[in-house]
């Protein structure tokens, strides 16, 4: 079992919708939590970064953390073809601060 | 403007010819790292390292070499590529190991 799971979609989604993108992990030793966004030849530019569960909101763009059940979300409302892109979540934690990323989902944002 | 800067942006060699992947960064970051990312299988992370002359060995370290002589610095070295090296390979900073990093636009290798 991977350390990160991620759906690697492709998700595909009409302009103005909510996207919601999903992780799980297994690992109880993460402590932060981020999302980047990856667009074509690109490098992963950090969209959203928190340390605690509950939710974070920045834009149109929520993060929610639930340590709990070792999952984290990304809402994406209101959504613009601009946001068309791989999302990748990323982990961090442990004695090394390890760095865990997901596998990335594909988004399309269709006008 | 802060970033971290890759060249090559794009390699075709063949296997056994040695090459060097560079990257700086003007942001003064005591972290720097190197990731491959394959398709499946999300960005893996190669080498990193903490400070100027520290580096250690990441998940996938095999086949690879990294120096850090000065800060900004941090290159990449291949010393006899395989095909299996093919990747897509990005160079990221941060302040510190653990913090968010910031990445470069990535160097596409083909190794024939």
């Known amino acids: 079992q991977k350390e990160v799971e991620q759906d690697p979609g492709p998700l595909s989604v009409p302009e103005g919708a909510i996207v919601s993108l999903n992780c799980t992990y297994s690992?109880?030793?993460?402590?932060?939590f981020m999302w980047y966004r990856q667009y074509s030849r690109k490098g992963p530019e950090l969209l959203m970064y928190?340390?605690?569960?509950g939710n974070k909101e920045d834009g149109r763009f929520t993060a929610q953390v639930d340590k709990s059940s070792k999952y984290i979300s990304l809402f994406i409302r209101d959504s613009q073809p601009s946001d068309s892109a791989t999302y990748l979540c990323a982990l961090e934690g442990g004695n090394n601060n390890d760095m865990r990323f997901g596998a990335g989902t594909r988004l399309t944002v269709k006008p | 403007e802060a970033q971290v800067t890759q060249n090559p942006r794009y390699l075709i060699t063949v296997t056994g010819k040695k090459l060097t992947v560079t990257c700086s960064q003007n942001m003064n970051h005591e972290y720097m790292s190197w990731y491959r990312q394959d398709p499946g299988l999300g960005l893996r992370q190669i080498y990193y390292?903490?400070?100027?002359?520290?580096?250690d060995k990441g998940d996938v370290p095999e086949g690879y070499k990294v120096s850090r002589k000065e800060k900004r610095n941090f290159p990449l070295i291949l010393e006899s590529p395989s095909p299996n090296q093919t990747s897509l390979y990005f160079c990221?900073?941060?302040?510190?190991?653990?913090?968010?990093?910031?990445f470069g636009d990535g160097t596409r290798l083909s190794i024939l």
């Open positions: 390292s903490m400070n100027v002359e520290v580096t």
């Open positions: 690992n109880s030793a993460f402590q932060y």
């Open positions: 990221a900073s941060s302040s510190a190991g653990g913090q968010p990093q910031h």
């Open positions: 928190t340390y605690s569960s």
